[in-house]
């Protein structure tokens, strides 16, 4: 089983910044990709951003130029930096990993359960 906690979710308003953090656990080989994905009322889910394994990072273009993606590999952990939030921003936020499980040793598509971020005008 893979396992992945969100937290850094609030409500903030619009100019502001939140972090937040999603820990993988579980029987984990190895991970390729982690990301961000969030979902707005009403809409479907869209892709914020990803980074791979060796740090190269991917964004909407939505959020280029204020939110920030990084990750620690020894920790199994992917961090969002969002800066100068928006209204527009408010959905919530899911953390997804790209795993090979151990021992069953097959790729999958892992999400986490997701965090609310609200940013008020």
């Known amino acids: 089983q893979v396992q992945l906690v969100e937290s850094g979710g609030g409500l903030v308003q619009a100019g502001g910044s939140l972090r937040l953090s999603c820990a993988a656990s579980?029987?984990?080989?190895?991970?390729?990709?982690m990301g961000w994905h969030r979902q707005a009322p009403g809409k479907q889910r869209e892709l914020v951003a990803t980074?791979?394994?060796?740090?190269?990072?991917n964004y909407v273009d939505s959020v280029k130029g204020r939110f920030t993606i990084s990750r620690d590999n020894a920790k199994n952990t992917v961090y969002l930096q969002m800066n100068s939030l928006k209204p527009e921003d408010t959905a919530v936020y899911y953390c997804?990993?790209?795993?090979?499980?151990?021992?069953?040793?097959?790729?999958?598509?892992?999400w986490g359960q997701g965090t609310q971020v609200t940013v008020s005008s």
């Open positions: 997804n990993a790209y795993a090979l499980r151990a021992l069953v040793y097959s790729w999958a598509d892992y």
């Open positions: 579980g029987t984990i080989f190895s991970i390729k990709t």
């Open positions: 980074i791979t394994s060796d740090g190269t990072t």
